[in-house]
């Protein structure tokens, strides 16, 4: 079946554009989840959704990044004024439900890169 | 924080040989998984271990969780060049049911 899918694959954009990273979780799942992965280091959570809503958003590093997942499915990530340390790869995972019983299968993720 | 730390950070050697990731952390975790990742590609969860002092095999690979639930380790025999990845290993904190801490991975290059 289908897994999760991110678009786009490659972003680039210039310093102090907005950007909207989206995540097709896996049909069914109800538990959705953003990291960000700089390069040579390891995927760090930014925010939990369970359904619609933003269970746990503590790993957002400022205001200008926010997510939403208004139908409990697709979720959008965005960046306002981005800024060039914001460069790095954007992974989504989703899992059947949340909790320890339940694998995070990833995305791709989508490449960002500000100039 | 917590924080997981993985060692070594870059392993390039020879097929056949044998291998061992370290991951360690002086923070207690209710589960560990490993991970592998493709250039391109999300990582791909390879196992999990839950209780002290598991082990578990797949294949060629065993993997490890220390008795205290604070360190795991992923043996690889005869390696192949198919093995060449990048390894992530990832823990559950007590206090959270879905907020994985990643190591910093180990890239691995097997030379046929």
């Known amino acids: 079946g289908a897994g999760v899918s991110q678009t786009p694959s490659n972003k680039v954009t210039e310093k102090g554009k907005y950007v909207e990273l989206r995540c097709d979780p896996i049909s069914g799942h109800t538990a959705l989840y953003w990291y960000r992965q700089s390069l040579g280091q390891g995927p760090e959570f930014l925010i939990y959704f369970q359904g619609t809503g933003a269970a746990d958003d503590s790993g957002l590093p400022n205001d200008r990044f926010f997510a939403v997942r208004p139908e409990g499915s697709v979720s959008t990530l965005k960046i306002q004024r981005t800024e060039r340390g914001d460069s790095a790869v954007y992974l989504c995972a989703s899992s059947l439900n949340g909790g320890t019983s339940y694998e995070q299968y990833f995305g791709p993720g989508t490449r960002l890169t500000v100039t | 924080t917590q924080l997981l730390e993985q060692s070594p950070q870059f392993l390039s050697i020879q097929e056949g040989e044998n291998l061992t990731v370290y991951c360690n952390s002086s923070?207690?975790?209710?589960?560990l998984q490993w991970y592998r990742q493709e250039p391109g590609e999300g990582p791909v969860l390879l196992v999990t271990?839950?209780?002290?002092?598991e082990v578990k095999k797949l294949k060629r690979l065993t993997f490890q969780f220390g008795d205290a639930r604070k360190d795991s380790s992923l043996h690889i025999t005869a390696a192949q060049p198919g093995d060449t990845g990048l390894y992530l290993c990832?823990?559950?904190?007590?206090?959270?049911?879905?907020?994985?801490?990643f190591g910093s991975g180990t890239r691995l290059l097997v030379r046929p």
């Open positions: 271990v839950v209780t002290g002092g």
């Open positions: 990832a823990g559950l904190p007590q206090e959270s049911s879905y907020k994985l801490i």
């Open positions: 923070s207690v975790f209710s589960s």
